[in-house]
């Protein structure tokens, strides 16, 4: 029987990505990968992440940028989309990709309910303040369902605090 293993993201899938999963998964782990269309994110946190990454003219652009319109995140989100299947079949990885609504959070936890998962994991870049008060997509997905969620740093080895 295959283990399902739903898998939120804030960005597309890269290499380091699909080999931390590959350790977490078996032969036949199906994976389902959620990549939101991020229309209302908190500029005042991204921010202030980016100046705790000393990304200081990527907070000043994106401060001054503003929320993203609404075709502009969908467009973001087909293309993270896309780019994330390449890298599942790259790695030779089974499962699907979709784009859910602004909400990732929600889009997991009604995933998880809705589905038979074995796993839920959640990929993000860090982000100083959310992680500092355990205000991230992992530990607030594992508050609503209840069961560990495993966060991991896109890009890396490193596990999040959840």
């Known amino acids: 029987m295959s283990e399902t293993v739903v898998v939120l993201t804030e960005e597309p899938l890269n290499d380091a990505d699909t080999q931390n999963l590959r350790l977490l998964a078996a032969d036949d782990t199906v994976f ?7 229309t209302r994110r908190n500029l005042l946190l991204d921010f202030l992440d980016r100046l705790s990454l000393l990304e200081v003219g990527r907070a000043f652009r994106d401060l001054l ?7 502009e995140a969908q467009l973001a989100a087909d293309e993270a989309q896309r780019l994330s299947v390449d890298v599942l079949a790259q790695a030779g990885l089974s499962g699907t ?50 069961v560990p969620v495993l966060h991991l740093y896109s890009g890396t080895g490193y596990i999040g605090d959840s």
Do not use: S
């Not at 389902?32 to 991020?38: H, N, S």
């Not at 870049?125 to 508050?143: C, I, K, L, V």
């Open 32 to 38: 389902t990968v959620l990549i939101p269309a991020d």
């Open 65 to 71: 940028h503003g929320q993203p319109k609404p075709a």
């Open 97 to 146: 990709v979709e784009v859910v609504d602004d909400d990732g959070v929600t889009a997991l936890v009604d995933y998880v309910k809705n589905h038979n998962v074995d796993r839920a994991v959640v990929i993000t870049t860090p982000h100083a303040m959310e992680d500092t008060f355990h205000r991230d997509w992992a530990n607030r997905a594992q508050e609503k369902l209840g």
